[in-house]
């Protein structure tokens, strides 16, 4: 039976040293061990890290974390904790969330990968290559970002209006609106005329 575990708070991550930590991770042949006096309580503390819902989330990511955390061949104990921590801070609110930003930190990491190698590349065609690489693996990385916020937006996008001009007897919306607007594009000095529209009525000033 699946056991449901406490959803994580949204609030952001306190800086190092004053929130509570997370329980360390021992990798034993493969096999994924927490760390904590308390196995249940260990689970708990790992599971409000990652945002997972239930024991199959968090073994599941946990797993999917550790093969991306590989450094020659072997899962690296190091490299896993800081994927978790990366995670942790980015304070995922659900199972979306919790699948993007382990995307996320697993690009990060590889996106690194390519800046080491990059350093220690010999030849122009091995650098070329590798810069191929690594500039996929950041353009990845922003758009995985840009994903995220979007999503923890709801898909809105923020529209900003500066230089707002209302001349006399003209009337200015403040606050939102959820309607869909009509824009008029006009040529530079001319003008434009228009009634105001429904959606406009009540909430003017």
Known sequence: MTTALTRNSTTPAARYGSSRPSPRIKLNRQDIVIQHSD?????RLMGEALGAVDRDALHGILKQLMKASVILQKPDEDNLAFMI?????IAPRDSIEVMLTAQMVSVHVATMRSASRLAFAEGIP???GISRTLTRLARTFAAQMEALNRHRGNGERPITVQNLSVQDGGSAIVGNVAQHAHLIAA???ATTEAEPTAAMQ???V
């Open 39 to 43: 196995a249940q309580a260990g689970e």
């Open 85 to 89: 921590s990366m995670v942790k801070g």
């Open 126 to 128: 091995q650098q070329e």
């Open 187 to 189: 040529e530079p000095g």
């Open 202 to 204: 009540g909430a003017t």
